[in-house]
C-alpha cells in the first residue's frame, strides 16, 4: 500500500488530464438469463473517477450466480461492491478489491447489484465476470478455489460436494458443502466456500458483514516469530467492531496491534470491544 500511496501523491499533478477520460458510459440495468459485465475499458485498463452500478434483474424464484474471471483493481482505492438486491448500504454483501480472484456470488432473490468506484489515480485490468441465472432448485457452482480442488458435479438442492487443497495449503473454513432448501423459495449452500492457506502462513484479507480471527494453530499455542497481519475491509462510512472473545499473550514480548487506515478514525475501546468509525 505504501507503493500506492506513493504513486497516488506523484499523479497528483496530472489529475487534470486523468479527468478527461472520466465521461466514459458504464453500468446500466441488465437482463437476460446470462452474459458477461466487465469493467470500461476492460481488458486495457479502467478509467480513474468510474462510478458504475449494474443492476441484474431476473425472473421471481429465480437467483443469479457471478462468476469472476478476471479480477484486477488498485488494492484498497479501486473497489468493485456486490449487493444482494437492488444497491443499498444495507444489501452489501461483498465489497472486492485487489488482485485476488474472488469465489463465486448467488444472490438470494432475483437481483443482483454490482458498484464499481476508482479514485483518481493508478488503475489496473478491472473485472470480467459471467452471470447466469439460476432455476431456484440448484444452488449453481459455489467455484473454484485458488490452490484447491472442487470434488463433486452436482450443485442441486440435497447435493454434497467437497473440497481439497494441493499439497503445502491448508484448508480453512468447511471442507463439505451441502445445498439445502432456503426458508424462502431457493436453495443455497449451508456454508461459503472454503480457502486454502500455505501451511506456516498466516494473516489474510476478510470481508463479508461478520468473521472470524485467530492466531495460527488456536486454540493451541501460537508459533514462535508469528508475524501475521490481518485486513478488515467494511464500506466508507460503516464501523467495524473487532469483540475478543479470548486473548492471552506472552506479556511485554508478543503482541497484537490494531490500525485503521481511513483517517479519521475514531477508537472506543470498552472493555474487549475495539471499534473504529
Ligand atoms: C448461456 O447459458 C447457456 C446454457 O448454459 C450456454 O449455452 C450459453 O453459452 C450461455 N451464454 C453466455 C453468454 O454465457
Ligand atoms: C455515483 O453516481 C450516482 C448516481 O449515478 C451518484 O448518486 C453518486 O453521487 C456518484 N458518486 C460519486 C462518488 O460520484
Same mark, same amino acid.
Given at each position: 500500500?505504501s507503493l ?18 472520466? *465521461?466514459?458510459?458504464?453500468? $446500466?440495468?441488465?437482463? *437476460?438469463?446470462?452474459?458477461?459485465? !466487465?469493467?470500461?475499458g476492460?481488458?486495457h ?10 443492476? +441484474? ?16 483493481? !488498485? !488494492? ?6 456486490v %449487493? ?13 478489491? $485487489? ?13 443482483? =447489484?454490482?458498484? %464499481?468506484?476508482?479514485? %483518481? ?8 465476470? +459471467? ?11 459455489p467455484?473454484?478455489?485458488?490452490k484447491?480442488?472442487?470434488? *463433486?458435479?452436482?450443485?442441486?438442492? $440435497? ?13 480453512? *473454513? ?17 456454508f461459503?466456500?472454503? %480457502?486454502?492457506?500455505?501451511? $506456516? ?12 480471527? =485467530? ?11 508469528a ?5 478488515i475491509?467494511?464500506e ?7 469483540v ?5 499473550? !506472552?506479556e ?6 490494531? =490500525?485503521?487506515?481511513?483517517a479519521?478514525?475514531?477508537?472506543q ?9
Amino acid at each position: 500500500m505504501s507503493l500506492a500511496m506513493k504513486l497516488k501523491c506523484l499523479s497528483l499533478l496530472f489529475v487534470g488530464i486523468i479527468t478527461a477520460a472520466n *465521461g466514459e458510459n458504464c453500468g $446500466g440495468l441488465v437482463q *437476460g438469463t446470462n452474459g458477461s459485465i !466487465e469493467s470500461p475499458g476492460f481488458p486495457h485498463g479502467y478509467p480513474n473517477y468510474a462510478n458504475c452500478t449494474w443492476i +441484474i434483474i431476473t425472473g421471481e424464484r429465480n437467483r443469479i450466480q457471478l462468476s469472476f474471471h478476471t479480477f484486477a483493481l !488498485e !488494492e484498497d482505492f479501486d473497489i468493485l461492491s456486490v %449487493f444482494d438486491g437492488q444497491p443499498l448500504q444495507g444489501n452489501l454483501k461483498m465489497r472486492l478489491t $485487489g488482485f485476488q480472484l474472488p469465489s463465486s456470488i448467488v444472490s438470494t432473490g432475483s437481483i443482483l =447489484s454490482l458498484w %464499481f468506484t476508482t479514485d %483518481f489515480a493508478v488503475s489496473a485490468q478491472g473485472f470480467k465476470a +459471467i452471470y447466469e441465472v439460476l432455476p431456484s432448485h440448484t444452488c449453481g457452482s459455489p467455484g473454484v478455489i485458488a490452490k484447491g480442488i472442487l470434488h *463433486g458435479t452436482r450443485f442441486n438442492i $440435497g447435493d454434497k460436494i467437497r473440497y481439497s487443497c494441493l499439497s503445502g495449503y491448508i484448508l480453512e *473454513g468447511h471442507a463439505t458443502l451441502t445445498c439445502i432448501v432456503t426458508p424462502g423459495n431457493g436453495a443455497l449452500w449451508d456454508f461459503p466456500a472454503p %480457502f486454502c492457506r500455505a501451511e $506456516g502462513e498466516c494473516g489474510g484479507t476478510l470481508r463479508g458483514t461478520s468473521g472470524a480471527i =485467530s492466531s495460527p494453530l488456536f486454540p493451541a499455542e501460537y508459533i514462535n516469530n508469528a508475524d501475521c497481519s490481518w485486513t478488515i475491509l467494511a464500506e466508507p462510512g460503516d464501523t467495524i467492531a473487532l469483540v475478543f472473545t479470548e486473548f492471552q499473550l !506472552e506479556e511485554g514480548y508478543d503482541f497484537l496491534e490494531i =490500525s485503521g487506515t481511513e483517517a479519521p478514525s475514531i477508537w472506543q475501546v470498552q472493555r474487549q470491544y475495539f471499534c473504529t468509525a
